[in-house]
Structures are given as structure tokens and as C-alpha cells.
Nanobody, 125 residues
Framework: QVQLVESGGGLVQAGGSLRLSCAASGRSFSRYAMAWFRQAPGKEREFVAAINWNGGSTYYAVSVKGRFTISRDNAKKTVYLQMNGLKPEDTAVYYC??????????????????WGQGTQVSVSS
């Protein structure tokens, strides 16, 4: 069993930055692909970014590519999402997710086995 706890959300002005963290429990974190999703009010949960088990490959949604960076520290069992150049349309609850397969297999929510409780990111214009 894996538990994921997100932190780092908050309110920021457009153009600002935030760094989200997702701390994981369990011994197998270093073997999992990890991802961030987000869900805005009234919208479906959508893929944001993913990273494979060793950080060697990363993947991004078109809407965030060039502004967001996903990374991980397996020694700390933590995955990060650095968000720069934030826009009001980035406002959402951000969720961390873990896939027990080490490599990224796709953006579908059903590919991920464990989820955190989410952290709110609000960007004012």
C-alpha cells in the first residue's frame, strides 16, 4: 500500500511560481512512475506531467510544457512539480498519482493505482 500526501499549494498572482511536493510512504516508491493531475471546478481531472521510476524520462501536457517541471528524489520518496509562469487557467486542485509500473504508460487516470488527497492552487489575474 502506498500513501501520497501533497503540499505546497496556495494563492499566487499570474506570472508567479509555486512548487508542489508529494511525499510517499512505502518501500517501493523508487520503482513507481509518478504523475501530477489537476481538476478545475466543473471539469474532468486532467493529466499534467509524469516521470518514470528513475527520473530519466518526463512527459508533459501541452498546456504546461515549458512552464512546469516534474522531478523526483527517490531517497526522500518525494516527487515535485515546479510551476512557473502561472496563469489563471492553472487554477485547480492538483493531485499526485503513482503507477506501480516503473515506466510511463499513458495519461489515462485508470493507469494510476494510488492517489493523494490533492492540494489547491489558485492563480489570480
Amino acid at each position: 500500500q502506498v500513501q501520497l500526501v501533497e503540499s505546497g499549494g496556495g494563492l499566487v498572482q499570474a506570472g508567479g511560481s509555486l512548487r508542489l511536493s508529494c511525499a510517499a510512504s512505502g518501500r517501493s516508491f523508487s520503482r513507481y512512475a509518478m504523475a501530477w493531475f489537476r481538476q478545475a471546478p466543473g471539469k474532468e481531472r486532467e493529466f499534467v506531467a509524469a516521470i518514470n521510476w528513475n527520473g530519466g524520462s518526463t512527459y508533459y501536457a501541452v498546456s504546461v510544457k515549458g512552464r512546469f517541471t516534474i522531478s523526483r528524489d527517490n531517497a526522500k520518496k518525494t516527487v515535485y512539480l515546479q510551476m512557473n509562469g502561472l496563469k489563471p487557467e492553472d487554477t485547480a486542485v492538483y493531485y499526485c498519482a503513482a503507477d506501480t509500473i516503473p515506466t510511463f504508460t499513458g495519461t489515462g487516470r485508470n493507469r494510476f493505482d494510488y492517489w493523494g488527497q490533492g492540494t489547491q492552487v489558485s492563480v489570480s489575474s
